[in-house]
């Protein structure tokens, strides 16, 4: 039997965890990319990006295949594939005419230290 692993995050020790979750309403959040994991159901496929916020939230974000070989937001040509981890990224997400979430866009930020 397989388990829809959509909800769940792939943790360093091999073991998912329901740690990172996907937005319920619109919103533009920054945080940092901390890790992706590949997501498939029937024929589909599709890159979760998992990033955590400045106010410490855990967010994962479906990034789909929009033409071969490429895994972003609808919108954009970043391609989160070839994306480095720990790098951190402006992110909106809206909501479709029926109500469903979809991450919109992506714009990389550059970190400020609270140090310099």
């Excluded at 998912?16 to 937005?23: E, G, L, R, S, T």
């Excluded at 402006?90 to 609270?114: D, H, L, V």
């Amino acid at each position: 039997m397989d388990m829809d692993l959509s909800k769940y995050h792939l943790g360093n020790d091999g073991f998912y965890y329901n740690d990172y979750v996907a937005p319920e309403k619109p919103e533009t959040f920054a945080g940092q990319f901390v890790s992706a994991q590949w997501w498939h159901k029937g024929s589909r496929f599709a890159l979760i990006c998992n990033f955590e916020t400045e106010d410490g939230r855990r967010i994962a974000l479906f990034a789909f295949q929009r033409y071969t070989g490429f895994y972003g937001p609808r919108f954009g040509d970043t391609n989160f594939k070839e994306m480095e981890t720990h790098t951190f990224w402006q992110c909106e997400i809206q909501k479709t005419r029926t109500g469903r979430c979809f991450w919109a866009s992506a714009r990389q930020i550059k970190q400020t230290n609270e140090n310099d």
